[in-house]
Each structure stands twice: as C-alpha cells, then as structure tokens.
T-cell receptor, first 115, second 116 residues
Framework: AQSVAQPEDQVNVAEGNPLTVKCTYSVSGNPYLFWYVQYPNRGLQFLLKYITGDNLVKGSYGFEAEFNKSQTSFHLKKPSALVSDSALYFCAVRDRGDSSYKLIFGSGTRLLVRP | DTAVSQTPKYLVTQMGNDKSIKCEQNLGHDTMYWYKQDSKKFLKIMFSYNNKELIINETVPNRFSPKSPDKAHLNLHINSLELGDSAVYFC???????????????FGNGTRLTVT
C-alpha cells in the first residue's frame, strides 16, 4: 500500500528566503508524485507533478520539486518565498501499478511566510 | 466558470438526520472522487467512480452512499448522521483516458458539514 509522509507540521520562512517543504513516499511500484496547495476555505489546487524524466519538476507560482528515487523523496522548493505563498501544502502519491488510480495524500504542511 | 462545484457549501444538521451533498464537474472528466478532510486537515479518500462505475470504496460506514447518475455528477448521501461525521467533504475529478491517465485531480471548494 502506498503512503506519504510530510514530517513537518509547519514551516516558517522569511519573505525572500528560499523554502523547502519535505515529502517522502512509499509505494510498491513506481510512483506518480504530486504537490497541491490549499488556501483557507478552498479546495486543493494542483501545483506540479512528477511522472517520468527529469528529476527536477517545475510548476505553478515559481515552485519546483525534486524527485529523488534513492531517498524516496519529493521535496517542494521555491528560491524566494512570498507572503502570499502562506498556505497548506499537500504531497500526494499514486502507484503506477494501482489500477484504481488511488491518490494518497500526506498530512499536510502549513507554510508561513513572514514579511 | 466553476470546474468542480459542490452544493451546499455549508451544512449544519442534527444527529440522526439524513443529508446529501451534490457535485458536478464541467471538465469532461470520466472519474470523480469524494475525499473527507478532518479537523486536523488530514485528507482521506472515500469513493471513486469511473464512468459511473464504483472503483474505489474505502473503509467507510455504509451510512455513506455515493451515487453517480452520469459522468459529470457524483452525489454523496449520508444516513443517520453522527457527530464524528463533522468534516469538510471534497469532491474531485480527473481523467483516466489515453495520455491523461496521470492527470491531476481537480477539487471543488468543499462542503463543511457540522453535526450537532
């Protein structure tokens, strides 16, 4: 069974500084990996995904994520944080071999960017 | 244009009542989902339908019954509501056909259910 771990409940960073939100995963086969963002009282919005190919994936709003197979990680990064990036971030994994296409989410990490 | 829309946005009801949440998507997707987000923001999949066929049915009390009248709609009916059912319920959709098999989910804005 697949699972996702987001070890940090909250990440605090100053505006303009780089940010990293950590994610590790576990699947029996090969993974599809996703990052989503949730703003207050809203649904989740897709940021980026890793399917195959380059380990560094670029997504919306200047975010990127690096797939590391040996460490089973897919950390979300941004070179320069904005106050408006403050939100709840979810990592998710889908096992390529799972015919149900089930998408499993991590517990979420709250990002707080201070001015 | 709202891609995935859920109604109602808020639902306050008493224990023991029966209620329904409706979901519609206009993205042309063939797969729809219900997720439950608890007070700690943890998201758990409940059901998924592909072309009106149930393909995911997680360990959910049988008081919860999804219904998909067509590919664009997935409703959730809950019988005999309990306090523990209080949560935010999200509908989502995606495409499983052709090269879209790894497409992301598109979420609605959620229905906040409060059972008193």
């Amino acid at each position: 069974a697949q699972s996702v771990a987001q070890p940090e409940d909250q990440v605090n960073v100053a505006e303009g500084n780089p940010l990293t939100v950590k994610c590790t995963y576990s699947v029996s086969g090969n993974p599809y990996l996703f990052w989503y963002v949730q703003y207050p009282n809203r649904g989740l919005q897709f940021l980026l995904k890793y399917i195959t190919g380059d380990n560094l994936v670029k997504g919306s709003y200047g975010f990127e994520a690096e797939f590391n197979k040996s460490q089973t990680s897919f950390h979300l990064k941004k070179p320069s944080a904005l106050v408006s990036d403050s939100a709840l971030y979810f990592c998710a994994v889908r096992d390529r071999g799972d015919s149900s296409y089930k998408l499993i989410f991590g517990s979420g990490t709250r990002l707080l960017v201070r001015p | 244009d709202t891609a995935v829309s859920q109604t109602p946005k808020y639902l306050v009801t008493q224990m023991g009542n029966d209620k329904s949440i409706k979901c519609e998507q206009n993205l042309g997707h063939d797969t729809m989902y219900w997720y439950k987000q608890d007070s700690k923001k943890f998201l758990k999949i409940m059901f998924s339908y592909n072309n009106k066929e149930l393909i995911i049915n997680e360990t959910v009390p049988n008081r919860f019954s999804p219904k998909s009248p067509d590919k664009a709609h997935l409703n959730l009916h809950i019988n005999s509501l309990e306090l523990g059912d209080s949560a935010v319920y999200f509908c989502a959709s995606s495409s499983r056909t052709g090269s879209s098999y790894n497409s992301p989910l598109h979420f609605g804005n959620g229905t906040r259910l409060t059972v008193t």
